[in-house]
């Protein structure tokens, strides 16, 4: 397993991390959790991903019961949860301090996953969504805080703004607070721009570390959906019509799935595995969350790592080529 640094920190997180979210609690059962995680950390996997709304809750009461099962030395693990969307059940999200970066709620929700997922302290915390309707000052106060109490060792954004993040650290600088330390940011083949053109200031200035999901783009990056949804697939299951339609309803995307299935193919390579090491090519990836839902998902997913060195420039512009969408900074 290669690992690296978490942004400009000490910390460093493997490559490649597993993730809990649509699958723990949820769309797998607590035994196959089980044996994903055990099999990721046997082969070096020392990062964690969840969430307060991953299954409300759910996803990180099984994580924790994991963990406790396990009982792998806490130093040898990360561990992260996200604070914004609650992990309440519906009814009681009517309550108005349910959800949010306030002062109030993002307290609360680190007590309430240090609870769930049976651990002393949160090696990451993370800003689920920026809050337009609670000032910045007041969520990097809070995150400082938290940090201070031995509670969080880390703090950092998902989906946040060039723009947002920038904020946050001229806020932390302005009161000698702990900033931000990475974004959790979407970044495939088709999402782009956010990590490859809009965080490069913040690269430079900051030093941000970077946790991207959705390598595969909803499994769209599979090639497993050209033909059809197959029957018991993620895109397949009842409830995930907005999924469903996100991944799958843009034309011109499968038409390049298509190109870029041929273009593994005549390279005796997996479109998934060539989606996660291009991933993996950037920089500025400090690792890649896996979403794997079986073990046969994740040992490939795994066996990425292998298949980084065969990514050469020629090949890198012809995948570029297909996608078209390569960002570019502005020549002034």
């Not at 029957?231 to 390049?256: A, I, P, V």
Request: net charge negative; proline share 4%; charged share 25%.
């Amino acid at each position: 397993m290669e690992y690296r640094r978490l942004g400009k920190s000490g910390l460093q997180v493997s490559a490649l991390s597993l993730g809990s979210w649509l699958n723990f609690g949820k769309f797998i059962d607590a035994k196959m959790a089980k044996e994903l995680m055990v099999y990721a950390y046997d082969r070096g996997i020392n990062f964690f991903d969840n969430a307060e709304v991953y299954a409300r809750g759910k996803s990180e009461e099984v994580m924790g019961q994991i963990f406790k099962e396990v009982s792998w030395d806490r130093s040898t693990y990360v561990v992260s949860s996200k604070v914004f969307w609650g992990g309440k059940d519906p009814e009681s999200m009517a309550w108005p301090n349910h959800k949010g970066l306030m002062r109030k709620h993002v307290v609360e929700a680190c007590d309430a996953a240090l609870r769930r997922l049976q651990v002393d302290y949160l090696d990451l915390f993370f800003c689920h969504r920026p809050d337009i309707h609670t000032p910045i000052d007041e969520t990097v106060w809070t995150m400082h805080n938290l940090i201070q109490q031995g509670k969080i060792l880390y703090w950092g954004t998902s989906e946040w703004t060039s723009q947002q993040i920038t904020e946050a650290h001229y806020v932390a600088e302005k009161y000698n607070l702990i900033g931000p330390t990475m974004e959790q940011p979407e970044y495939n083949m088709f999402n782009r721009k956010k990590v490859e053109l809009d965080y490069l200031p913040i690269y430079r200035r900051f030093g941000l570390g970077t946790t991207i999901w959705s390598p595969l783009a909803s499994g769209l990056l599979t090639g497993k959906y050209i033909d059809q949804v197959p029957k018991g697939s993620r895109l397949d299951q009842e409830g995930f019509d907005w999924l469903r339609e996100r991944t799958l309803g843009d034309e011109d995307k499968m038409s390049k799935v298509v190109k870029l299935y041929a273009l593994a193919q005549e390279r005796e390579l997996s479109l998934t595995q060539l989606s996660i090491a291009w991933c993996l090519k950037n920089p500025n990836v400090s690792t890649v969350i896996l979403g794997a839902s079986n073990l046969n998902q994740l040992q490939e997913n795994i066996r990425s790592l292998e298949i980084i060195p065969r990514l050469t420039d020629e090949l890198m512009e012809t995948i570029d080529d297909v996608l078209d969408n390569k960002p570019h900074e502005p020549s002034y």
